[in-house]
C-alpha cells in the first residue's frame, strides 16, 4: 500500500478529529449524528496514523509531495545450468 497522503492532509485529518472528539464528549452533539462522526473521526485517526486515504485511489488524488520509490523488483532468477548425462554416446570418448 502506497502512501497518497501528505503531511498536512494527515495534520488537517487529526485536527479535525479531535474537535470532533470535544465536541461529542462536551455534550454540544449528540445522539445519532455524534455516533456517526465518532466513526468518521475514527477513520480520520486510522488514515492519518497509516498514511493512505481509500477514497483517494479510484480518483487518482494524491497529496504527498514526496514520490515513493518503486519497490524492489526480486532478482531476476538466473537459468540454472543444464546438466547433462554424461554416459556412452552423450559426451565420452568412443572406444577405440
Known amino acids: 500500500?502506497?502512501?497518497?497522503?501528505?503531511?498536512l492532509d494527515r495534520i488537517i485529518r487529526f485536527i479535525v478529529a479531535a474537535i470532533i472528539v470535544v465536541l461529542v464528549l462536551a455534550e454540544l452533539i449528540g445522539g445519532t449524528l455524534a455516533i456517526?462522526?465518532?466513526?468518521?473521526?475514527?477513520?480520520?485517526?486510522?488514515?492519518?496514523?497509516?498514511?493512505f486515504c481509500p477514497l483517494y485511489k479510484p480518483f487518482g488524488i494524491s497529496t504527498?509531495?514526496?514520490?515513493?520509490?518503486?519497490?524492489?523488483?526480486?532478482p531476476k532468477e538466473q537459468k540454472k545450468a543444464s546438466i547433462r548425462s554424461v554416459?556412452?554416446?552423450?559426451?565420452?570418448?568412443?572406444?577405440?
Not at 500500500?1 to 503531511?7: I, L, V, Y
Not at 456517526?36 to 498514511?51: H, S
Not at 504527498?64 to 526480486?74: R, Y
Request: glycine share 16%; proline share 7%; hydrophobic share 35%.
Open 36 to 51: 456517526v462522526l465518532m466513526v468518521l473521526a475514527g477513520v480520520f485517526v486510522l488514515t492519518g496514523f497509516v498514511g
Open 1 to 7: 500500500m502506497k502512501k497518497n497522503m501528505g503531511s
Open 87 to 96: 554416459g556412452p554416446g552423450r559426451g565420452w570418448p568412443k572406444k577405440k
Open 64 to 74: 504527498c509531495t514526496v514520490k515513493q520509490t518503486e519497490q524492489k523488483k526480486p
